[in-house]
């Protein structure tokens, strides 16, 4: 248990739907990020939220759109992915970003198919 | 920039073996260095960690030194098990800016009995 869930864990969606993924961290923290993991490839930093507030668009497509209502919940609004977009899409938390060297804590990801 | 490389996989031991998996690093400055597990199915777990040049960082029979000369930051077990079996991300975070990691592209270690 790493304190950090994510929800759906599975997710097939057609080039037209709109989703969403939810992750929510039960550690305290005060960021919270996205990841993409696609298979071969390092992963890729998304998005970085610290105390709510976004500091990090790491040059993603606007067909993701991040929301961070509170400290604890991050969502990833989904609209017109293509099927490239198909991934694992991890969630993390740390204490919070900065200079110092925070423990990021993952979530178990959800596995996107875009058909 | 800040980018990772490591040894591509897959990687098949049998029980016992000695395990190593390769990684290299550069980086503006001093990073601190990581490796990240994942098993099957789950997110990622930090394994170990080192922030500064020749810390040992280790974890259930896992080591890895900080290697400033080489940059390097090389994954070793002395007897592998198999519920080692994973996908192992070498990982580094800047000095400097945000808390963001920057992760190697990942290496299956499959262990057979």
């Known amino acids: 248990e790493t304190g950090v869930t994510q929800t759906p864990r599975h997710l097939v969606m057609g080039m037209t739907n709109k989703k969403s993924l939810k992750c929510e961290q039960h550690?305290?923290?005060?960021?919270m990020y996205w990841y993409k993991q696609s298979a071969k490839k390092p992963l890729e930093l998304m998005f970085v939220?610290?105390?709510?507030?976004?500091?990090e668009n790491n040059s993603v497509p606007s067909r993701f759109s991040p929301e961070c209502p509170n400290s604890s919940h991050l969502f990833l609004h989904l609209h017109t992915l293509q099927p490239e977009d198909s991934a694992l899409y991890l969630c993390?938390?740390?204490?919070?970003?900065?200079?110092?060297?925070?423990?990021?804590?993952f979530g178990p990801g959800t596995r996107l198919t875009v058909t | 920039g800040n980018s990772v490389t490591q040894m591509e996989g897959p990687v098949t031991l049998s029980e016992e073996a000695f395990l190593t998996i390769n990684c290299t690093y550069t980086?503006?400055?001093?990073?601190?260095l990581f490796w990240y597990v994942q098993y099957p199915g789950e997110g990622l777990q930090l394994l170990l960690k080192?922030?500064?040049?020749?810390d040992k960082g280790s974890n259930k029979g896992f080591e890895a030194t900080y290697r400033k000369e080489t940059t390097s930051f090389h994954l070793e077990k002395g007897s592998v098990q198999v519920s080692d079996s994973a996908v192992y991300f070498c990982?580094?975070?800047?000095?400097?800016?945000?808390?963001?990691?920057?992760f190697g592209t990942g290496t299956r270690l499959t262990v057979i009995p």
């Open positions: 080192a922030t500064k040049a020749d």
């Open positions: 550690l305290g923290h005060n960021a």
């Open positions: 980086a503006t400055g001093y990073p601190s």
């Open positions: 993390a938390s740390s204490q919070e970003t900065g200079p110092r060297t925070y423990e990021q804590y």
């Open positions: 939220y610290n105390f709510k507030e976004q500091t």
């Open positions: 990982a580094l975070r800047a000095r400097t800016g945000a808390n963001n990691l920057f």
